[in-house]
């Protein structure tokens, strides 16, 4: 296997990032890299299982996840027979399989896809670009942050 770049700095950053938690410098979060909570268990379904996958549920350093949650918007998942629609397919994409930033990447990708297919209703390729967004811009902070 060849590491890219990226790969190596997110191997570094667990390494300090594991060594401040262990230091007591640091605390952790699980982060839910699909969120808010509310608005996925009201779509049931694809959105919950996608947003229950452990790749998708990484350990991050405390500070590092505030610091996406003040950054980074949730998607906007209404209206929500849109949003359902964006998540069918999620479970042949093989996240549960994938490390933490290939998922992101995978489930980014999928739902770009969504937001470019003639077929898909406005409103569906709405939901899905916003997703596809939230997605890409969560990726420093996991970079930044992710300990296991």
């Not at 296997?1 to 230091?23: C, K, P």
């Not at 640091?26 to 699909?34: F, K, P, W």
């Not at 990484?58 to 209206?79: D, F």
């Not at 406005?122 to 997703?131: D, F, L, N, Y």
Request: include cysteine.
């Amino acid at each position: 296997m060849e590491w890219s770049r990226e790969d190596s700095q997110i191997a570094i950053n667990r390494f300090n990032n594991t060594g401040r938690v262990l230091a007591g410098m640091e605390r952790l979060d699980e982060h839910h890299i699909v969120w808010t909570r509310k608005q996925i268990q009201a779509l049931g379904g694809a959105a919950v299982w996608t947003r229950n996958l452990k790749p998708l549920r990484p350990r991050v350093i405390q500070s590092s996840h505030k610091a996406l949650h003040a950054n980074v918007n949730p998607s906007n998942l209404l209206p929500q027979e849109h949003a359902r629609y964006v998540f069918r397919g999620v479970e042949e994409l093989g996240l549960q399989y994938m490390p933490t930033m290939q998922a992101v990447d995978a489930l980014a990708s999928h739902m770009g896809r969504v937001s470019l297919r003639s077929s898909t209703s406005v409103q569906a390729q709405r939901v899905a670009q916003g997703i596809e967004q939230c997605l890409i811009e969560q990726r420093p902070y996991l970079v930044d942050g992710m300990v296991v």
